[in-house]
Structure formats: C-alpha cells, structure tokens
C-alpha cells in the first residue's frame, strides 16, 4: 500500500519516494545532462526526514550544483556533500589521499569503483526499507 499523497513542496531536483515500510524517502536527483557533462555533485539519498532533506538539499547540494553550472567547479567555500562520519564521507577521505592509486592501469578499476558500488548498493537497501 502507498502512503498518502501530501502536498509538502520539494527543491529543485528533489523527488520523494515511497519506501517499502510506509512513509516517504527524498532522493536528490542530478539530471542526466549534467552528469554527462561531468559534474562533480552525485545523486544522493536524503532520508525520511523531510526538514532535513530539504535543508541538506538548499544548503549544500543545490548551491554545489549551481555553482557548477555556472563555473563549472564546486564553490571553494561549500561544505562537503557527504556528512562527516558517513560512508560517503569515507570513500570521499579515501579518494582524496594522495595515496590513493590514480594513474596505475592496473588498479585504476578496482581501486575506483569499490566504494561507487557498496554506496549504491547501500542506498538501494536503505530505499527498499531492508
């Protein structure tokens, strides 16, 4: 059964979701064209809270969104898309350590698409409620 529908305004590129235990879940959502043209901000799960999924989308990824649109780079001064502490914010940390394999051919796949993939597979779970 779907939860009741409500009439709560969403942001830009925000969608809500029913999750699988009742209630609604927020996602934000990059177009497809701007992720073909490569920016930086990914699509995120926001919660079932919907205040802090409205804050978290007008106060950190839409304005790293438009920030990209507009110079096509993340603004110098805009926190950090992942919340410190989380996954996200772990692989982000990874990532980011000069340590981490960049130009090696051999471990460039691997080294680079583990932590894509236990966050989205994360995420699905989360979304279906298990």
């Known amino acids: 059964m779907k939860p009741p529908r409500t009439a709560l305004l969403l942001p830009r590129y925000v969608e809500r979701k029913p999750l699988k235990g009742g209630g609604w879940g927020y996602l934000f959502h990059v177009p497809s064209w701007a992720r073909k043209a490569g920016c930086a ?3 995120s ?3 079932a ?6 804050e978290r989308a007008e106060k950190i990824l839409l304005p790293a969104f438009d920030a990209w649109r507009k110079r096509g780079e993340a603004p110098a001064g805009s926190p950090a898309v992942a919340k410190p ?3 996200d914010w772990m692989f982000a940390e990874y990532r980011a350590d000069r340590r981490f ?3 090696r051919s051999a471990t460039t796949r691997s080294a680079s698409s583990w932590p894509v993939a236990i966050s ?3 995420a699905r779970a989360w979304a ?3």
């Open 41 to 43: 901000v990914e699509n």
């Open 45 to 47: 799960p926001l919660g």
């Open 49 to 54: 809270d919907y205040a802090a999924a409205v």
């Open 85 to 87: 502490g989380t996954l």
């Open 101 to 103: 394999p960049l130009n």
């Open 120 to 122: 989205s597979r994360m």
């Open 128 to 130: 279906s409620g298990a």
